[in-house]
């Protein structure tokens, strides 16, 4: 267990070289592995218990207050099924580009955000085209939204054409008004399973950055305690 802490602990940060790129993928594709595997054990077990937990409901008559006690265990073992899900998502599937409406896709992504909706922000209506997968794009920009809404009571999405430090491309900027970040804990944020949330699987933004990394791009952070944080994903064009 130590060398996989060990081997996920250079996630952190900001990634600068070829070669610590190098490495950052390999780790998440360790994780994937790792994640299918572990995925793939409990799955079936999990099934059984929630299935004899269903087969005690049915013999607890409606007033038995045991019913509570094992409705706990079918809805921990539903948790532990959402979290399994997430972890799957590491798993490696091939990406898929196309020419995709980057502004739509956001504009989507907002409306789906349930009650948070009405806290943020996009007020950018171009279309603008990128080259991506649409779906991976799609769950990128919902982990930064969802941390910004969690974070703060204010959420700025905004696009950002690029092309003055030689890369063409465009940033995707979610910005919040919320706590911010701690300087020390900067280096940790993109660690799988790091949290500091009750509900929080850690998983959101190391996907966030193997989706920034399969589309040549990168994720980057600016975060002032008190002030608030902003993530910044850059995709190159035409790639
Ligand atoms: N916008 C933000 N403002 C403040 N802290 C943030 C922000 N985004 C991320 N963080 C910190 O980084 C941690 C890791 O984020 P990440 O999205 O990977 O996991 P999570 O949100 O805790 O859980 P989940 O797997 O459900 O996304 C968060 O728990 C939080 O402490
Ligand atoms: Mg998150």
Redesign the pocket.
């Known amino acids: 267990m130590n060398t996989v802490v060990a081997a996920f602990h250079t996630l952190g940060g900001e990634i600068r070289s070829l070669k610590e790129q190098l490495i950052v993928k390999e780790r998440l594709a360790a994780l994937g592995e790792v994640s299918a595997g572990i995925a793939h054990e409990f799955r079936n077990s999990m099934s059984v218990i929630v299935g004899y937990a269903r087969l005690l409901l049915k013999d607890l008559d409606e007033t038995d207050q045991r019913r509570e006690v094992v409705q706990g265990i079918v809805g921990e073992v539903e948790e532990m099924n959402r979290v399994m899900e997430?972890l799957l998502k590491f798993s490696d599937r091939p990406i898929d580009k196309m020419d995709i409406d980057i502004t739509k896709t956001i504009r989507d992504v907002v409306k789906g955000m349930g009650d948070a909706t009405q806290k943020i922000d996009f007020s950018f209506s171009r279309p603008v085209t990128v080259r991506g997968d649409e779906v991976l794009l799609r769950q990128a920009i919902k982990?930064l939204l969802?941390?910004?809404v969690?974070?703060g009571e204010r959420v700025w999405i905004n696009i950002e054409k690029e092309s003055l430090t030689g890369r063409d491309g465009l940033f995707v900027i979610v910005k919040?008004n919320?706590?911010?970040?701690p300087k020390e804990d900067l280096n940790k944020?993109f660690m799988p399973f790091?949290?500091?949330?009750k509900r929080?699987?850690?998983?959101?933004?190391?996907l966030v950055q193997k989706i920034a990394m399969g589309h040549n791009g990168n994720i980057s952070v600016k975060?002032r305690e008190g002030r608030g944080?902003t993530?910044r994903l850059f995709l190159p064009a035409g790639e």
């Open positions: 997430e982990n969802q941390n910004a969690d974070a919040d919320g706590r911010g970040i944020i790091y949290t500091t949330k929080g699987t850690g998983i959101g933004l190391p975060s944080s993530f």
